[in-house]
Structure formats: C-alpha cells, structure tokens
C-alpha cells in the first residue's frame, strides 16, 4: 500500500505560482514512478506531468510545457509540481498518482495509487 498526501494548493491571480508537494508513505518510494493529474470543472481527468523513479526522466502534458516543473526527493519521500505563469484554465484540483511503471502514467494516464487532491484556483 502507498498512501499519498498532497498539499500546497491555493487561490492566486493570473501569472503567479504555487508549489505543490505531495508526501507518499508505505512502500518504498524510490521503486515507483510518480505523477500528477488534474481535474478541472466539469471536466475529466487530464494528466499533467510524470517523473521516472530516479528522476532523469520527465514528461508533461503540453499546455503546462515550458510553465510547470515535476521534481522528487527520494530521500524525503516527496513529488513536487512547481507550477508558475498560472492561468484560469488550470484550476482544478491536482493530484498525486503512483505507479510502478512510468508509462502507465505517462503514455497510459493510469496509476496505481492516488491522492486525495488539493485544490488550485487562478483568478483572472
């Protein structure tokens, strides 16, 4: 079992920046890929951006190219989403998403392990 914990969400204005963080426990994080996901008003789940279990590899989705950034800290067990140049369509509420295989999230959009989500909201 993992269990991830997002934090970080927020309101802000257009252009500004949020950080997210998620804290996974359980089962050794360093054996699994990691995501983020997102899902947006009356909107499905879209994927966002997801990162190999050592961190060399990354891949987003292209709205967020050039604006987000996914990081990880195996050693503190956490995932990061920097996001910044924020704009009204990327209020949703963002989650963490775990999986042993980086292409199950990145070119399948699943996960095995999920968040409860956080919540970001960018004003206009």
């Known amino acids: 079992q993992v269990q991830l914990v997002e934090s970080g969400g927020g309101l802000v204005q257009t252009g500004g920046s949020l950080r997210l963080s998620c804290a996974a426990s359980g089962r050794s994080f360093s054996s699994d890929a990691m995501g983020w996901f997102r899902q947006g008003p009356g909107k499905e789940r879209e994927f966002v951006a997801a990162?190999?279990?050592?961190?060399?590899?990354?891949r987003y989705e292209d709205s967020v190219k050039g604006r987000f950034t996914i990081s990880r800290d195996n050693a503190k067990n956490t995932v990061s989403l920097q996001m910044n140049s924020l704009k009204p369509e990327d209020t949703a509420v963002y989650y963490c998403?775990?999986?042993?295989?980086?292409?199950?999230?990145?070119?399948?959009?699943?996960?095995?392990?999920w968040g409860q989500g956080t919540q970001v909201t960018v004003s206009s």
């Open positions: 998403a775990a999986a042993k295989d980086f292409n199950s999230i990145a070119e399948h959009r699943a996960a095995d392990y």
């Open positions: 990162i190999t279990r050592t961190g060399i590899l990354t």
